[in-house]
């Protein structure tokens, strides 16, 4: 019976890539990799209080395949050219598995009373057709760890100005951003959400490739609730994304639609002086559509799992830390048209991992991380890098 399940099952998506749905909707590691890779709660948090009192420069890379780099490269600057005057700049640029982001912004602030600055905000571009322009309210408290920033850009503004590829859009598209930290004692909550309309392009002369049109969305949403007292700290962190994108080319369609929530649950709690707990629960739901060489496909997926790990300071600048992370996937991949196609199994995933952390200075962090999946045997992946403020 096992067999014979194993078999409908792999007939089953052996079909559906017919309609070649990416690799990475079904990959069952993702939501670790996602959790493994990222920042710790307690160096995250060091870099929300200063989003708007202090410069800062992360990087963190990570392997996902042989082939495949995880990448969150981040900087950002607070300049002060006068009591009145200031300049916040954010620079991005993530590749990770779903989506490339690379962004450029500037806010130009005024101050118009204690806490309360207004300004000019935008993305300035080399090519001016992909400039963004708005403007931005910011309100922060006396030493800036706590703040409130409101944005409403036009993306792209100059799109329709002058545009050599002949690409037109039809209405603006408008993004709307917002940050925002508070924290009284030991409580601490972060937001950040970035949320735009569609953009919708069409080219009235078709290129040789023959690309008609194309239409792109990403909004994103990261929040954390964070309680901390000593060395006992838990939280929860969540993180809410939607990514739209297509092309019609020769009168065919090719399209990806889709959101995803992933939330996360942790705590650390000593055990000894120098030994502490760190336990993580992990939640992964996403809903994507897509269409690709004229078959439309549907994917369902929730992941549901844990890690538990232990967190060794053995000197004042060092911590070693050790564990196992393990995920269920329950995923439905449907294929109009191909009953053969229409189907639903459970994968599983888990990697074993170890990571140092070194502080050589305050607010001065590097960490490297080497991981093993236990079950397959397989690559497990690394990841390495650094978090400055200054």
Same mark, same amino acid.
């Given at each position: ?26 990959? =069952? ?27 800062? #420069? ?68 080399? #090519? ?35 545009? =050599?590829?002949?690409?037109? %859009? ?93 939330? %996360?649950?942790?705590?650390?709690? =000593? ?19 897509? %269409? ?52 639903? +199994? ?25 991981? +093993? ?18």
């Amino acid at each position: 019976m096992r067999a014979a399940a194993t078999l409908l099952v792999a007939t089953a998506f052996a079909s559906a890539a017919r309609a070649a749905p990416p690799d990475e909707l079904f990959d =069952p590691l993702k939501s670790i990799e996602y959790d493994l890779y990222d920042f710790t709660p307690e160096d995250q948090a060091i870099w929300e209080a200063s989003r708007y009192s202090a410069h800062a #420069v992360r990087l963190d890379l990570g392997s996902v395949t042989l082939k495949e780099l995880f990448a969150v490269q981040e900087a950002q600057a607070n300049l002060r050219a006068t009591p009145w005057l200031g300049f916040h700049l954010d620079v991005q640029d993530d590749g990770t598995r779903e989506a490339e982001v690379a962004r450029f912004a500037a806010d130009v602030l005024f101050r118009v009373a204690k806490g309360v600055e207004i300004g000019v905000s935008g993305t300035p571009d080399v #090519v001016k057709q992909d400039s963004a322009l708005g403007g931005a309210i910011l309100l922060t408290s006396p030493d800036r760890s706590r703040y409130a920033v409101v944005r409403l850009l036009d993306d792209a503004a100059f799109f329709n100005l002058q545009n =050599p590829s002949g690409a037109h %859009r039809d209405s603006a598209v408008l993004r709307a951003q917002t940050e925002a930290r508070w924290d009284s004692g030991p409580w601490s909550v972060w937001l950040r959400a970035d949320l735009a309309t569609p953009s919708d392009v069409r080219y009235a002369q078709a290129p040789p490739q023959g690309l008609q049109a194309t239409s792109e969305q990403r909004s994103d949403v990261d929040a954390h609730l964070r309680w901390a007292e000593g060395r006992r700290a838990a939280g929860i962190r969540f993180t809410a994304r939607r990514l739209d994108s297509s092309r019609v080319a020769q009168g065919q369609e090719n399209a990806l639609r889709r959101g995803f929530g992933y939330a %996360r649950a942790y705590v650390l709690v =000593p055990v000894l002086p120098r030994l502490q707990f760190r336990g993580v629960a992990l939640a992964w739901r996403e809903e994507a559509r897509g %269409r690709d060489a004229g078959a439309p496909y549907q994917l369902s997926r929730w992941d549901l799992g844990g890690r538990a790990g232990a967190v060794w300071a053995f000197e004042e600048q060092w911590r070693l830390e050790g564990g196992y992370a393990r995920v269920h996937s329950a995923q439905s991949l449907a294929v109009s048209g191909d009953a053969l196609a229409s189907g639903s +199994h459970d994968r599983w995933g888990d990697k074993a991992y170890a990571s140092l952390r070194w502080q050589p200075r305050d607010r001065v962090i590097l960490h490297f991380l080497l991981s +093993h999946q236990v079950t397959t045997g397989t690559f497990g992946g690394f990841n390495g890098g650094f978090e400055v403020i200054f």
